[in-house]
């Protein structure tokens, strides 16, 4: 058995990426079964779905499978949890054994699971309510999902999961059997390997359970109506089907991973590219013809000044005049921010979000991250975060220092504290609802733990040992001196004030990303496999690009305007399209989803609100440090008495 370490160097080897698609590797040690060997069928949560006529969304909770008003047959000796990585537990996935029996290559047209299940009425009306939500059912077959056919894009793929049940007439009916259509691919001499499964549900009203595993399937004309004024028996039995194809074990993921249309992610990529080129262009000419005119005007004045010994009143008057815009603030414009121990917290914490996210988009766009591997996604964006603690600890101290702070004990004890507390805070209590409405999207206790002692075992140390590294090197040196005395700062005109700057800034940024985004907030509520990442690679950069450019573009007007408190406004006005991501949001929620209770609201606008935060400090910090270069450029290149 291969290790780890040679499993992904022969996926190097193998594959080489696109530069737009990112290629998923299954695992490189497939699954062989003779014929009559067992194959494992699990099963997962339940969670909403598409609804069927107006395509919105009812509810934000999912189910574990297991869950007592289902009444869901159960393998001898209770349900066993499938082990699952960090990310999937944190992602709602609960896994466990089922008592279906395939074997392989062996049909069944018609078996029962387990006796006939007696539904109560409170069972009844919450298994009717899931129905009218359009809940799907989630099976594992060979770790690949059971799918139905997708009728949204009309082509021949999946979309994981089969409803539990569908309304007709106004009345919800429940499917209780289930005809599973296994695709395989003979490997050799009496080898099989599991390329394909296909779940077709159906109401049974007057099926019956004969014993010894055996049942009458009924007739699908009679379907089960479940009665929520009274006892309801429901006999759940299935089918199983086998099927010869030609699919590939290494590309059978392939139905599950259909683009609903590569051109919207085409003509945004390019849109937003032709848009990036031409804010650049129009920024770097801006500020090359505006700055290399200043730059010259400022240093041929100051040789003037030296070399006129006589000092006439004319030369000096000419001086004065010719002396403005932002040269004026160079005895300023270095001075220490209001508040420099939060806003160092706040660049240590992005420095650290920023790496994480380039490089989770990197390894995914390798194909390190395969959906096979559930929660791979998940996992790997909590490790780095935490390993990238060090570059935290040390960007916030370097910065602190810069700025002049000398609580260092507090930015020390800040850094890796607050933003993540903020988050786990927040992470906490809506899981205190999802607990409440017992949904399987609770993350447990234990895992709730583990979380906190990764942050404080491993992240914590990493980064008060960064902080350490940060205070002992030497503050970064401005290339002008700081007055004593602070200067007046005259009146700004409109667009400069702070709230329009925000919000004209703040949209070009988002711009570069919102049709991304409404894919991945599809991916996140609608339960898909969100998969290109090199699309998503090329919006990072351009994002990064166009968060530089108008921040640099605001702080150059900024200090024309002798308004030297251009930190915080770097942060803020690239941070702004967080604002945009959740009003976004906000128009996902009143356009894709309609949910029917208080809870789910809460939930939708609190998750979103976490996420918006961390965009954030992540573009915040973008802004800031572009906007740091470029001013310590633009002062360096002048000669200042």
Partial sequence: MRSPVQNSLLSLLLLSPSPLLAFYLPGVAPTSYQSGAKVPLNVNHLTPSQSDTDG??????????????????????????????????????????????????????????????????????????????????NWLIDGLPA??????????????????????????????????????HAVGNNNYRVVGVLVIPSSRGNSKNVGDGTADCGDPAVPLVLNEGGETSVTWTYGVYWRASDTAWATRWDTYLHVFDPRIHWLSLIGSAVFVVFLSLMVGAILMRALKKDIARYNRLDSFILDDLAGTGESMEDGVQEDSGWKLVHGDVFRPPRNPLLLSVFLGNGAQLFVMTGTTIIFALLGFLSPSNRGSLGTVMILLYTLFGFIGGYVSARMYKTFGGEAWKRNIALTPVMVPGIVFATFFLLDLFLWAKESSGAVPFTTMIVIIGIWFVISVPLSCAGSWIGFRQPAIASPVHTNQIPRQIPPSTAYLRTIPSLLL?????????????????????????????????????????TCAAVTILLVYFLLCSENYHWQWRAFGTAGASAGYVFANALLYWVSKISFGNFTSGVLYVGYSALLSFLFFVLTGTIGFFSSWMFVHKIYGSIKVD
């Fill in 505 to 545: 800034v703040g949209v070009l940024p988002f711009g570069a990303i919102f049709v991304e985004l409404y894919f991945i907030m599809n991916s996140i509520w609608f339960n898909k496999v969100y998969y290109m990442f090199g699309f998503l690679f090329l919006c990072y950069g351009i994002m990064i690009i």
């Fill in 56 to 137: 919105r969304l009812r509810s934000a909770f999912s189910f574990d499978y297991y869950h007592r008003a289902f009444h869901f047959c159960q393998p001898d000796g209770g349900p066993k949890s499938v082990s699952e990585s960090l990310g999937s537990i944190l992602f709602g996935d609960r896994i466990f054994t089922s008592p279906f029996e395939l074997k392989m290559m062996e049909n069944e047209p018609c078996k029962s699971l387990c006796a006939e299940q007696n539904f109560d009425q409170r069972s009844a009306k919450f298994v009717n309510r899931r129905i009218w939500q359009n809940f799907n059912l």
């Fill in 147 to 184: 799918g139905t056919p997708d009728n949204v894009t009309q082509t021949e793929s999946y979309s994981r999961g089969f409803q539990l049940g569908k309304v007709e007439e106004q009345q919800p009916i429940l499917n209780n059997h289930f005809d599973i259509l296994i695709d395989y």
